[in-house]
């Protein structure tokens, strides 16, 4: 019993970094962010946009801590992309409520992020490691910006250019981006399992 408390004890230290207390930050900034783009008012969509740049920007942060400081653990590798995920599915979802994003569009990003978890989860399961593709970042990277642009679409910026139209360009290329990347997840997997013999 004493055993099991003190290993139970050694992950809860491992696990309680900086790296990690920024990526609860950030999912702990999403509902912030639901609550203020659910009904977008100029003012809101504003601070909308402001407290989702600032959940995007410490998912750069928290990894580049990890990676320079060796607080690489099991528990970041699992919320670090949950948080992601979470954090651009609901900004997906409000905008297909306020008709700044086509539902095809969103469900097609969805089923992207659900079957690479799925492979992720399956490849995790047999031991196997799928490094993240560069592909897959700059998916991301062009999310955020197309997401930031679609919500301030409706803020007094709208004013400096077609925000709507930049910011669907952008969400179309990070798709794009997406399925390529997505591609290559499920090729590395396929040729770890053959390599494997399973």
Do not use: C
């Not at 900086?18 to 962010?33: A, E, G, K, S």
């Not at 690479?116 to 399961?125: D, E, F, L, P, S």
């Amino acid at each position: 019993m004493n055993r099991v408390l003190e290993a139970w004890k050694a992950v809860g230290q491992e696990s309680l970094n900086l790296p990690n207390f920024i990526t609860l930050v950030r999912i702990l900034l999403i509902p912030v962010f639901v609550m203020l783009f659910f009904t977008p008012t100029p003012d809101r969509s504003l601070s909308a946009a402001f407290v989702f740049v600032v959940a995007a920007i410490t998912d750069l942060l928290d990894g580049y801590i990890a990676r320079r400081t060796g607080q690489v653990t099991k528990l970041g590798k699992l919320l670090d992309p949950i948080a992601d995920k979470l954090l651009v599915l609901s900004a997906l979802i409000l905008l297909v409520n306020i008709d700044r994003v086509s539902a095809l569009v969103a469900i097609l990003v969805i089923a992207r992020e659900v079957a690479v978890t799925g492979v992720r989860a399956i490849a995790a399961g047999e031991g196997m490691i799928i490094v993240a593709e560069t592909t897959g970042k700059y998916k991301m990277a062009l999310q955020v910006v197309a997401i930031t642009m679609l919500i301030l679409e409706g803020t007094v910026l709208a004013e400096f250019g077609n925000l709507h139209l930049a910011g669907s360009v952008t969400l179309y290329l990070s798709l794009v981006l997406g399925y390529v990347s997505g591609g290559l997840y499920v090729w590395s997997f396929w040729k770890q399992v053959v390599a494997k013999g399973l």
